[in-house]
């Protein structure tokens, strides 16, 4: 079975500039979740997906990011323009339904270098 | 969701048991203690959870204590693959579950 896939790997860009991430979940998986880690800390929440519908984006700064899942399938995380602070890992995550949160699948993770 | 406390690192030799602890004193009574670690590089990966009872599976052991107010997570045999970062996380279950995660406990094992 393949794993939560995301790309690029990595990016490298200036302030103020945009950047786009993108995420193929496991085969059918409802959720997907959209996690920032920054360097030193645990992945932090920001935006969960059921299907293409937004369950939580509480802690999505909303003036700058953003996120779509059209189909429900795959999923693209924006920032828009980006701040050196923006720069983390940005990882995405999926699970079977909202029944098994608890229990998500990774994927590698973008890493955003912000100069 | 409760808060958890957990020891910023470790240390093990390869071969011997890790057993990392947990501190969550205000858990709830609906709520599990999730297990996940994150090697280098890679994203998190959910190892083990428990509500009350202690779990075996082929990764590792959870032993919750009976007041539920702490709990150890053991790798009977550690080697240098499970060298990373694992976070004790608590949540409920179900659609308003949420990972929260600190910082963790960095294990390093060692020849």
């Known amino acids: 079975e393949a794993g939560v896939a995301q790309s690029p790997r990595y990016k490298i860009i200036e302030k103020r500039q945009s950047v786009a991430f993108w995420c193929n979940p496991i085969?059918?998986?409802?959720?997907l979740y959209w996690y920032q880690q920054i360097l030193g800390q645990g992945p932090k929440l920001l935006i969960q997906f059921q299907n293409n519908g937004v369950v939580d984006d509480s802690q999505l700064p909303k003036d700058r990011f953003s996120a779509e899942r059209l189909k429900g399938v795959d999923s693209t995380l924006k920032i828009q323009p980006a701040k050196l602070e923006d720069s983390a890992v940005y990882l995405c995550?999926?699970?079977?339904?909202?029944?098994?949160?608890?229990?998500?699948?990774f994927g590698p993770g973008t890493r955003l270098t912000v100069l | 969701d409760a808060k958890t406390t957990q020891p910023t690192s470790m240390d093990c030799a390869e071969g011997r048991a890790a057993n990392l602890p947990c501190n969550h004193s205000?858990?709830?009574?609906?709520?599990?203690v999730y297990w996940y670690r994150q090697i280098h590089s890679q994203g998190p990966q959910y190892i083990i959870h428990?509500?009350?009872n202690n779990e075996t599976n082929e990764m590792a052991s959870l032993i919750i204590t009976e007041d539920r107010k702490s709990s150890t997570l053991i790798l009977p045999h550690a080697t240098l693959r499970d060298t990373a970062v694992y976070y004790c996380i608590v949540s409920v279950t179900g659609t308003a579950s949420k990972l929260t995660f600190g910082t963790g406990t960095r294990l390093q094992v060692t020849l």
């Open positions: 995550a999926s699970s079977l339904d909202l029944s098994t949160v608890s229990t998500q699948y």
């Open positions: 428990g509500l009350k």
């Open positions: 085969s059918g998986h409802a959720t």
């Open positions: 205000t858990i709830s009574g609906n709520e599990y």
